[in-house]
């Protein structure tokens, strides 16, 4: 099942009811020809390590993964499925949870997972009110602001916005890490990432080993020369 909201929440009450193991937020997913044993591979140990679980007692075999995680597949439009409606009754008994009211969220919500392009700030920016300097570059550039846990952390942007192991798993055709260090957890987020560009004023950082074009320096200098290289918009 995808690690989605829905996701994560049925996945596990299945995988109980059924009597059979889960494990959630896989990146790889591979089968054993011989044991026919699912190999389900996922960070452990806060990203330090990628493990790869069996479970060889129980059927079915059960994993979550992270949307974003595989490349889609080419849509077959030759192929045809069945569509089944299973009828469900409920009567009140079964319900553990009652709504009391809906209350729908104000903010229209980005979904980084579809961007494109991608400007990504990390503590580095420094404080909140610089954020706009990404804003700019991303609306520029037709893309979406994201960021590194420590922004999110410090409530500079909403957490829907961050990528990593904690965040979202994102692969955009342009990547820009900006004052983002490149943590093993921010790693796994956006490695796979199609291009990827990162300003730092450290030329140790280990994001400059992930980054297709590195550009050391500071991110406040940097981003307005790169602001003058494109072509005013008209969102601008
Ligand atoms: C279990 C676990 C899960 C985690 N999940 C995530 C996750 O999902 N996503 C995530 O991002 N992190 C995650 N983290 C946190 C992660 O380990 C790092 O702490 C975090 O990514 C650091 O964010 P940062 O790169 O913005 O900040 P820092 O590591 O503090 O890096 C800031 C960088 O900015 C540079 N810099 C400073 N000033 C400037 C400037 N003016 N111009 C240019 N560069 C500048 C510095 O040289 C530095 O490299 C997780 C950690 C744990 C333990």
């Not at 596990?12 to 997913?29: E, F, H, Q, Y």
């Not at 503590?123 to 590194?148: D, F, H, I, Y």
């Not at 922004?151 to 798993?169: F, H």
């Not at 796994?188 to 730092?200: L, R």
Request: charged share 25%; proline share 5%.
């Amino acid at each position: 099942m995808g690690a989605s909201t829905i996701g994560r929440d049925l996945a596990p009450r299945v995988s109980a009811r059924i009597n059979t193991g889960l494990t959630a937020d896989c990146t790889k997913l591979e089968v054993d020809e011989e044991t026919k044993d699912l190999l389900m591979t996922r960070p452990a140990f806060g990203g330090n390590i990628m493990a790869t679980i069996i479970c060889p007692e129980h059927r079915p075999q059960m994993s979550t993964v992270r949307p974003g995680v595989m490349t889609l597949a080419e849509a077959d439009t030759a192929r045809k499925g069945v569509i089944s409606k299973v009828p469900v009754a409920f009567d009140s008994a079964d319900m553990n949870i009652e709504i009391l009211e809906v209350v729908k969220e104000t903010k229209a919500k980005v979904n980084i997972e579809d961007a494109n392009i991608l400007v990504s700030g990390g503590r580095g920016v420094g404080k909140p009110e610089n954020m706009s300097t990404l804003e700019n570059l991303a609306l520029r550039l037709g893309g979406t602001v994201s960021a590194s846990r420590a922004v999110v952390d410090a409530g500079w942007i909403d957490r829907n916005n961050q990528v990593g192991q904690t965040g979202k798993t994102v692969r955009p055709d342009l990547y820009f890490a900006c004052g983002i260090s490149g943590a093993i957890q921010h790693l796994a987020g956006m490695e796979d990432s199609e291009f990827i560009v990162a300003i730092n004023k450290d030329e140790t950082a280990p994001i400059f080993d992930a980054a297709d074009l590195g550009i050391v320096g500071d991110v406040h200098k940097v981003i307005p020369e790169l602001m003058k290289l494109l072509p005013i918009t008209e969102e601008d």
